[in-house]
């Protein structure tokens, strides 16, 4: 059952709520505008509100939903990290549009979520507190990141999922490099939806 898991993992990681949110409203592939990121942020920029609340929460549940039927059979920790690595790994690298997806950063906190809420939460009031504080999505997401092997290790105290967090963490720095050289340079785009208004505020 958890090899069974897995591969239904990482299938439904390969989804992409960006690129099917987009097209069920009539908005432009997120592929083709901006950072060509089938993400949140993207959306966020170039198709309002709506279709980027719609394409996190699609993200975080491809994350979280796999985890918590790993739950359901009640698997350890060691078991539902690597189901949600799937998940994570299918949307990095989705089996239906030529193994090119997103930075991962919305499914990493469902995975997250569903091994340990604790660590999920910390991770996500991290990431609210430094998009309040900077306005800058890509800063606070990789803050989060960095800090989140170090929230698994303090709270869950096993080996396995916190190796499997910074797994985890190491791609999701891989997939920002753009953004972090636009951080370096100061160019980085902030936080500001179609609309033109802070999603933060």
């Known amino acids: ?32 505008i901006g950072s060509n990121n089938p ?13 980027a609340a719609i394409t ?23 078991w539902l990290i690597l189901i949600g690595i799937a998940a994570f790994l299918g949307h990095l690298y989705p089996l239906y549009y030529r193994f090119k997806g997103g930075k991962g950063v919305a499914t990493a906190i469902g995975v997250f979520l569903g091994v340990n809420v604790y660590a999920g939460l910390a991770f996500v009031a991290t990431w609210l507190l430094m998009a309040k504080g900077f306005k800058i999505s890509s ?15 303090f709270i869950t105290q096993h080996i396995w ?16 490099q753009s953004n972090i050289r636009n951080l370096l340079s100061g ?9 033109g208004a802070d999603p933060s505020q």
């Open 39 to 51: 993400g949140a942020t993207n959306v966020l920029r170039h198709g309002g509100k709506k279709a």
């Open 56 to 78: 996190l929460v699609g993200d975080l549940l491809k994350g979280l939903i796999p985890v918590l039927v790993g739950r359901l059979f009640d698997l350890n920790y060691n």
């Open 161 to 176: 999922p916190t190796l499997g967090v910074l797994f985890m963490a190491v791609l999701i720095f891989w997939r920002h």
């Open 187 to 195: 160019k980085e785009d902030r936080i500001q939806s179609k609309e």
């Open 1 to 32: 059952m958890p090899y069974l898991l897995i591969v239904l993992a990482y299938l439904l990681g390969s989804i992409s709520t960006a690129i099917i949110t987009c097209k069920l409203m009539g908005l432009p592939d997120p592929r083709t």
């Open 139 to 153: 800063l606070a997401a990789l803050i989060a990141t960095a800090l989140s092997p170090l929230y698994f290790w």
